[in-house]
């Protein structure tokens, strides 16, 4: 299996920061890399496909790079109402695994 | 608009099989893969396997063979067994699928099993 591992496990930030979060693959995944946001006692919402494209709906606010086995996750403007976990998963190879999840915390 | 709803006993005992149904409205069941997913109190995502409606399935070879999905067209059901449940298998468990099968941009509200004696 894919191992994928996330840094940091958890942050916290002002509003109005810019915040990203690191996702790493144990292998090459080429740009397989999905994006999750999850809020407490909720599913979670697909953000980004193919390590940086948009899903439709989804504020531009966030955005997404990397290819290989280096991904990160950009939040701008953070917002109170962007607090809530995110998972990064890669879809190379089933089994669809995912990361550990970085809890997003604003101050 | 498609909604996902999953529903199940709530409470298992150990060894025993755990049942899940996920009821889909909106979408018609042939035109997707359905997949399950879990997610331990506190902890992170685990995709449990997908099924297509003609009986295509794939499944994470963590759960050492015990899953097993099926699908019934004519009631729009998806469901999951889980085979001699432990407390590890504790979780809240989603129905969730997308186009492709691996982007999971539509989910269900979870179902939380919890399995003790």
């Known amino acids: 299996d894919i191992k994928m591992t996330q840094s940091p496990s958890s942050l916290s930030a002002s509003v109005g920061d810019r915040v990203t979060i690191t996702c790493r693959a144990s292998q090459s995944i080429r740009t397989y890399l999905n994006w999750y946001q999850q809020k407490p006692g909720k599913a979670p919402k697909f953000l980004i496909y193919?390590?940086?494209s948009l899903q439709t709906g989804v504020s531009s606010k966030f955005s997404g790079s990397g290819s290989g086995t280096d991904f990160t996750l950009t939040i701008s403007d953070l917002q109170p109402e962007d607090f809530g976990s995110y998972y990064c998963q890669q879809t190379y190879s089933p089994p669809w695994t995912f990361g550990q999840g970085t809890k997003v915390e604003i101050k | 608009q498609v909604q996902l709803q999953e529903s199940g006993p709530g409470l298992v005992k150990p060894s025993e099989t755990l049942t899940l149904t996920c009821n889909v409205s909106?979408?018609?069941?042939?035109?997707?893969?359905w997949s399950w997913i879990r997610q331990p109190p506190g902890k992170g995502l685990e995709w449990i396997g997908n099924?297509?409606?003609?009986?295509?399935?794939n499944y994470n070879p963590s759960l050492n063979s015990r899953a097993t999905t099926s699908v019934d067209t004519s009631t729009n059901q998806v469901f999951l067994k889980l085979l001699s449940v432990t407390a590890a298998d504790t979780a809240v468990y989603y129905c969730?699928?997308?186009?492709?099968?691996?982007?999971?941009?539509?989910w269900g509200q979870g179902t939380m099993v919890t399995v003790s004696s």
């Open positions: 969730a699928t997308g186009d492709p099968p691996e982007a999971f941009d539509m």
């Open positions: 909106g979408a018609f069941i042939r035109n997707y893969y």
């Open positions: 193919d390590a940086s």
């Open positions: 099924i297509y409606y003609s009986g295509n399935s």
